[in-house]
Structure formats: C-alpha cells, structure tokens
C-alpha cells in the first residue's frame, strides 16, 4: 500500500503513465463529446419554451460542472499536498488552476450568451451566473498567489491552504448568493431546469459532460508533463529522455 | 559525555534548486559552543532557521534528545533560544516595554531582573526610551538582555555581534564561554572571528554535489 | 520524554500559560498601535471618505440614500478593514517578532487569535462606534441604523479572522496588498451579504434574529477554523523568507 502510495508520488513514475494513457483519453474523450455535441445540437429536440437557443446548455452545462468539480479536485490534492507532502499533488494543482479558470470564464461567456435571447441581456445577476463569477475571482486568487512566491515549495504549500480555505467557502458563498437572490429579484426563469428535462435532452448532456471530463483528464496530463519536465530538469531520467528524444 | 541535546542526521536542504548542503550530520552536545562557519551565501543562516525550527523545507532527521524533533515540538521549544538577524525588537516600545514582551511567552520574570539584565548590557538608563531612539548597537544589546536570564540549554545565536563594539563583544564571548561551563549549548554563525577553548565547527559550503 | 534536558543546568519545565501569553501578546499590540495613534485613526478616516463618495458619485436624494445606505456602509467598512490588514502581521515580520512569537512554546494558533482578537478592537470596533453618525448621513432611520450596528459588530471580527489568512499568506510578497485583496474579497462576500441582507429586512419589517444567528454562525465557523490555517500560512511565509 505505503509502496504503492510512493509509486503514486514519484513524477518519473507519472509520467509514464500519463503518456501510455493519454492518447485513450484524447480519443475516448473527443468521441463523447463530439457525440453528445452532435446529439444535442442537431437531433435533440427544440425546447418548448426557449426554441433552439436552449442548445447551449450542451457546453454551458458541462464547462460549468467541470469548473466546479475542479475546484474540488484541487481541494483534494491541497490535502494531499499539506499533509503527505507529495510532489504530484502540487504539480496537479499547479497544472489545473488555470484550466479551472478558463473553464468557469467559459462557463460565464456562454451564460451571458445564452442570457441575451432568453432575458433579453447578456448578464442578470442570477444566482448561478454570480456563484460561477465569484469562482472564477477564487481561481483568480490562487493563480495570483501562485505566481507571486518565487519559492516552488512555499508556493504550493501556500496554493495549498489558500484552496482549502475557499473550498471551505464555497459552500457558504452558494447558499448566501442564492439567499441573496431571493432577497433582491422575484423567482425568475431558472437556467436548466432539469427535472423536466426529457431523455433526448439530458443523454445528449451527459455524453457531453463525461467526454469534457476525459478531454480535461488529458489536459491535466499533457499540462503535469510539462510542468514535471519543467521540476525535474536536473535530473538524470529527464536528461535521458531529452536526449533520446533528440537522437 | 553527556547525551546530545539536538541531532542532525543527513540534513540536505535546497533553495532555488541550489543545494546549500547536503549529507550534513552532527551533534549538539551540552556545554559546548559551535561555530558554523563558511562564505556567505552557504546557507549558516538557513541552517540556524532550520535548527530553530523556523525553516522546514529540508530533508534528513533531526533529533532532539534522542527523539525525533516533532514529536517533542513544545519541549523543543521551551528549551531553545533563537536569536535572529532579526532581533524582535519593536522601535515603538521601550526596552523594558520589549524585553517583558519577550519574555512573557516563556516564564514570569520580574520587571527587576529584566532592569538588571538591561544595565547588564549597558542599558542602565535606558529602560524607559523608546527603542527607537536608540543606536542599532543598543537595539541589538536589548535583544541580547535575554541571554542574560535565558535558562533555555540550547541557544542558536545568528549573527550576534553584528553592531556590538569591541567590548561588548568581549562580554558576549565571556558569556558564551560561561554559558558552556555551565552545561548549555551554544550555535553560533558569525563573520567575528570568534575563538574560544573547545569551540567545536561546522563548515559549510562547496555545496557541490559529489555523489553523482 | 527526557526530563534531565541538560545535566548543568535545571530544566525547563514549567512555563507561561496559555492565557497569560495570549494576553502579552494582545497587550502588545495595543500597546504599539497607541504609541502610532496616526495608524488607528487611517481605515476611520477612510471609512468616512469611501461614505463621502456615494452621495457625490451617485446621488445625494434622501430616497436612494435610504435605500443603499447600509449597503454604502458595509463595503466601506469592508474595504476599512481590507486596508488596515496589511499591517497585521506586516511590521512584525520586518523586526523580528514574528519569528520569536512563531517559535513560542504555546500553540501559535491561540496568538494569532489574539493579534487578531486586537487587530479588531483597534480598527473594527471604532467603525461599528463610528457607523451610527455615518447612518445618520445617510438618512437610515433609528431601527436600521441599530441592525446595521449590530450586523458590523458581528461581521467585522469575520472579516479580521478572514483577512488574517490572506495576511499571513501574503507576508513578505511583493504588491503583497492588492494580492490580499484579491484572495480574500470574494471569500468576504458571504458576510457582506448577510451583512446587508439583515439590514434590508429589517427595514422591510420581517424579522432578523435568524440572520443574526447564521451571521453569529460564521463568526463561530471563522473563530474555530481561520486562527489554523493563518497559523498555517504563517509558517509557511515563514519558511519561505
């Protein structure tokens, strides 16, 4: 178990294993998506209420999920990082902050495009846009801390407490964003409203969901490669592969 | 000889993926004094903070009395006195005012003996001037007032004579002389060339790797 | 455990107290921060300023005034209150202190509650005095007014417990000010909030001791979790210089 936990922090090791596996993610990954996209944008139904442009939710829906449970993946790792100190778990959370806030900027952006047929304008302070806004700030927060200490170790380990204390938070920023909704604007028109969603809507969505999960597992390789090789430079297996791969 | 207060094993410690030192082991035995020695940028300081306690991003074991040096945290530290390049000593309160605050996280003295241990410094009449208008000489002896009621067995001391003119630095070497017939352990860094009978060294530098 | 430390010498066996160094710690601070009363009186002054500029920036009529009145007044002492943080541990980094007060044998966590304890009763507290005659201008009337208190007095020590986080790891960083700004506004908005949502209704007449009770709730969430990870993230800071 103790050997297998070590095998699991060593990068030498990591990088291995990501390149065997990431040409199944890149692939398996575009299949899915490219398959839900289809589904969902050609075939899928008209939404009664909304016409077509109901179809962006096939990307808002999914960048938006994934934004979140990234911050969760994160959260993890900073555990990871803070209490076993292994290398691979900052690497991870170093590697994915900034897919994170690519994917809620993305997530935000066809939100606002979305808002402008169905409310008329391209930002109403709705309680999901605003919890996505105030995600995107905490992802903000951890690149800037993360790139303003020079020391690698302190950094993450920074990166690390800095994440935890927003994880803690994001439940607390939900709950009084959505209270805060209810406070200031009537119940207006939900975005995805689910449970009424019929099969021909949510399977679409979900092959769409589960193909931006293997796409973002192949990023977050390719970007802990590179980061690896970035750490690693000194060492002997680095220089090896180097060279090899100039020879 | 006596058992040894603090024990580095295979101390290796890299700042900005330059090794500083690397297989570094030794023994801090009571009374003694230690000088870590070497040109600047060998990482003396780094060392200290990392005997301190301050300082964790290192590999290797240290031990204290024998155990492993974090399963005996509090111990350690009611038991160790760190003097940095930073003294801790605040330029809006007074001496006294600074040398009471200093000490209150570690045993109730009185205003008496922190009055005293400030003349023994050279401070008599100076107890109640804000710190500062004093000169960085006297600055630093307010920090050194501790170790004339420190009863902690282990001192780790950074540069202390930075400052000090000649004859506090007599003082100081007398009192570290003392301090190891006494039973304490003193760790020192220091440019002043210090020399006392006994003094034990560790060298750093040349912090090339040779192993590889 | 070896309880013969050092055969020379007597060990060192019983020390200060928890409380006691807790108190040193705290008495310290205020000690320094009333030889600089210029220092205690800035994030006030500031306050009024921010104030100062709703009415000038954006309207002066009594209706809009009453209306975001409190709103006006909670982010101005939010941003009080951000501004006043960087100073927490700031000045003790530079002199040394808080490398003694780190290698302290009590749990850092207990006096990094208390700085922070005192960092509130030298910058928070005034603002909650001072809010009642910032109300006054901006024409909230007596109920609100005594809601508004009341929400600062319980959400002010949420934000120093807060911001002491993203002091401790900020420390010793470059632009080290507007970074802490940047960490920890969006984890103030939950408070702000509240903070402001209590305010209005109350104004609408609906009532508030169950905002109360969750806005109390966070101060005892931010009271048992943020001294940790400030005593974290110091260590880390630490670590680093």
């Known amino acids: 178990m103790w050997q297998f936990f070590h095998k699991l922090g060593s990068p030498k090791w990591f990088y291995g294993i990501a390149t065997r596996f990431m040409p199944w993610l890149l692939a398996s990954g575009l299949l899915l998506l490219a398959g839900g996209l289809a589904w969902g944008l050609a075939f899928a139904p008209a939404d009664y209420l909304q016409g077509n442009s109901y179809r962006i939710i096939f990307i808002h829906v999914p960048t938006a999920f994934l934004a979140q449970s990234m911050y969760i993946m994160m959260a993890v790792a900073a555990v990871v990082t803070l209490v076993w100190r292994m290398k691979l778990a900052d690497v991870f959370v170093k590697a994915v902050a900034p897919v994170g806030l690519v994917f809620t900027f993305l997530s935000l952006f066809t939100g606002a495009v979305w808002g402008k047929p169905t409310w008329g304008t391209w930002w109403v302070w709705d309680a999901r846009l605003t919890s996505m806004l105030i995600l995107l700030f905490l992802y903000g927060g951890v690149i800037a801390l993360d790139r303003a200490i020079n020391d690698e170790k302190s950094a993450a380990r920074a990166v690390a407490v800095l994440v935890l204390v927003g994880v803690v938070n994001i439940p607390i920023i939900k709950y009084s964003v959505n209270w805060w909704n209810t406070l200031h604007q009537p119940a207006t028109f939900k975005l995805t409203e689910k449970p009424s969603m019929p099969v021909e809507m949510w399977v679409p969505l979900l092959l769409s969901v589960l193909g931006l999960y293997l796409l973002f597992g192949w990023l977050a390789c390719l970007r802990m490669k590179t980061e690896i090789l970035v750490r690693e430079q000194k060492t002997r297996w680095v220089k090896d592969l180097v060279m090899a791969g100039r020879g | ?212 | 455990m070896t309880t013969d430390v050092r055969p020379g010498l007597k060990p060192v066996e019983s020390g200060v107290g928890l409380f006691p160094a807790m108190a040193a710690v705290f008495m310290r601070d205020v000690r320094v921060a009333f030889r600089q009363r210029q220092d205690l009186l800035n994030p006030l002054l500031f306050f009024i300023m921010v104030v100062t500029l709703f009415p000038l920036g954006v309207s002066p009529e009594v209706e809009f005034l009453r209306q975001s009145g409190a709103g006006i007044l909670w982010v101005a002492a939010l941003l009080s209150v951000l501004l006043s943080l960087d100073h927490l541990f700031r000045h003790d980094f530079d002199d040394g202190t808080l490398e003694q007060l780190v290698l302290q044998p009590q749990p850092l966590f207990a006096l990094v509650l208390a700085k922070t304890v005192a960092h509130w009763i030298l910058t928070g507290l005034p603002l909650v005095v001072l809010t009642p005659i910032l109300g006054i201008m901006v024409h909230l009337d007596g109920n609100s007014i005594a809601i508004l208190c009341l929400t600062l007095l319980i959400g002010t020590p949420v934000l120093s417990l807060i911001g002491s986080i993203g002091a401790a790891l900020t420390l010793g960083l470059r632009s080290a000010g507007v970074l802490l700004s940047l960490l920890i506004i969006p984890l103030y908005i939950p408070v702000l909030i509240f903070g402001t949502g209590t305010v209005a209704a109350a104004s609408e007449g609906s009532p508030v001791a169950g905002y109360l009770a969750l806005m109390g709730a966070f101060l005892v969430l931010a009271l048992t979790l943020a001294p940790f990870a400030s005593a974290a993230a110091l260590r880390i800071s630490l670590s680093n210089s």
């Open chain 2, 1 to 212: 000889m006596s058992e040894p207060l603090l024990q580095a094993v295979n101390l290796e410690c890299e700042r900005d993926t330059r090794l500083l030192f690397h297989n570094l082991s030794f023994s801090i035995l009571p009374g003694t004094v230690t000088r870590v020695e070497g040109p600047n940028g060998t990482g003396k300081t780094t060392l200290l903070r990392i005997l301190a306690g301050l300082n964790d991003a290192f590999s290797g074991d240290l031990l204290w009395c024998g155990e492993p040096r974090s399963h005996l945290r509090e111990s350690f530290l009611r038991n160790t006195l760190y003097l940095g390049h930073r003294p801790g000593i605040k330029p809006l309160l007074t001496p006294l005012e600074n040398l009471r605050a200093l000490m209150a996280g570690r045993r109730r003295v009185t205003d008496d003996t922190l009055s005293q241990a400030l003349a023994g410094t050279g401070l008599a009449g100076f107890e109640h001037v804000p710190c500062r208008n004093l000169s960085a000489g006297q600055q630093r002896r307010v920090a050194l007032a501790r170790l004339l009621i420190a009863d902690e067995p282990l001192w780790l001391l950074d540069e202390v004579f930075t400052a000090i003119d000649a004859g506090g630095v007599k003082a100081i070497e007398a009192l570290l002389q003392q301090r190891a017939q006494e039973g304490g352990a003193v760790l020192v860094t220091t440019h002043h060339d210090l020399q006392l009978p006994g003094m034990q060294r560790i060298i750093l530098g040349g912090g090339e790797r040779d192993d590889n």
